[in-house]
């Protein structure tokens, strides 16, 4: 059974970096052909993609959020993260992880991360 | 790259059926088989109901089903029952010359009257 865990701060101030981390277990993310990546919702508002790592380690980043996304693994512990940097109030969301192939197949439960002074 | 385009909000009444469309480009849509929907009922996180337009994953109800004509797809909900209550989104997988991009439509609201 496939199961994806968020974890990391509900609460940032403008211009701190963004830090979660995505737990997997039931799959390993270096051995299966799937994408892991990261989609963020604002409260209210649609589902929009961030960015996605392949299992051989090749990532993939929204345009628009390019310059300040950074996805990566930790396959010893079977986990990937993300990182957003100089964060401001239009980065208030949930953010999920989800497993790809491309298609969404499993998704975390969500974390909100709050950005405000 | 832009979002999907669907309609904000659709209504139907027990036992009828709705259809939501999903409008792409020749980028993204019309080029690849990879259209998915999801359902997100409030508070939850979005779940898998049809991939590659029309395939069921295990477990999903045959009321759902999904076409594709050019550079739309559509998700058809027959015999509408008051769970299907519910946001719906679009997926689709691009590429540019140098990147694989996912991206979502704007989401529709599902009423069921």
């Known amino acids: 059974q496939l199961h994806l865990q968020e974890s990391g701060p509900g609460l940032l101030k403008p211009s701190e970096t963004l830090s979660l981390t995505c737990t997997v277990s039931?799959?390993?993310?270096?051995?299966?052909?799937?994408?892991w990546g990261w989609i963020r919702q604002p409260p209210g508002r649609g589902l929009e993609w961030i960015g996605s790592l392949y299992y051989s380690g090749n990532t993939n980043y929204n345009p628009s959020l390019k310059s300040r996304v950074t996805i990566s693994v930790d396959t010893s512990h079977n986990e990937f993260s993300l990182t957003l940097s100089s964060v401001t109030a239009a980065d208030t969301a949930v953010y999920y992880c989800?497993?790809?192939?491309?298609?969404?197949?499993?998704w975390g439960q969500g974390t909100l991360v709050t950005v405000s002074a | 790259q832009s979002a999907l385009t669907q309609p904000a909000s659709v209504s139907g009444s027990p036992g009828h059926s709705i259809t939501i469309s999903c409008t792409g480009t020749s980028s993204d849509i019309d080029d690849y088989n990879y259209v998915s929907w999801y359902q997100q009922h409030p508070g939850n996180a979005p779940k898998l109901m049809i991939y590659?337009?029309?395939n069921r994953p295990s477990g999903v109800s045959n009321r759902f089903s999904g076409s594709k004509s050019g550079n739309t797809a559509s998700l058809t909900i027959s015999g509408l029952q008051a769970e299907d209550e519910a946001d719906y989104y679009c997926?689709?997988?691009?590429?540019?010359?140098?990147?694989?991009?996912?991206?979502f439509g704007g989401g529709t609201k599902l009423t069921v009257l």
């Open positions: 989800a497993r790809h192939a491309p298609e969404f197949d499993s």
């Open positions: 039931g799959d390993s993310i270096s051995k299966s052909t799937y994408y």
């Open positions: 997926a689709s997988y691009t590429t540019t010359s140098t990147l694989n991009i996912w991206v």
């Open positions: 590659h337009f029309t």
